[in-house]
């Protein structure tokens, strides 16, 4: 997994944690901190898991650098799954 991205002109650091906890809610698999620049994903994912949530937490990170504020949930997941499978069947090394 990457250890920091770039979306924009900010660079997002990648790190894996014990827990994400989101308003005293530990039941989340990953977060984008737009304040600390951090995408923060669940350590104890399987490793494909960890892929969806990286990509999903990315376009929180993209919709955020892009100047929306209100994002849908729904849109992000949407389109979380739709970027992996693009990046992944058309830019693999």
Known sequence: MLKKIKVGAVTYDVIEKPFIDIDGNRNHAGCCDYDHTEIAILEDLSAE????????ELMHAIFNEAGFDDQDEDMVNRLGIVFQQVIEENFQR
Do not use: E, V
């Open 49 to 56: 898991r960890k892929k969806a949530t990286f990509y999903h």
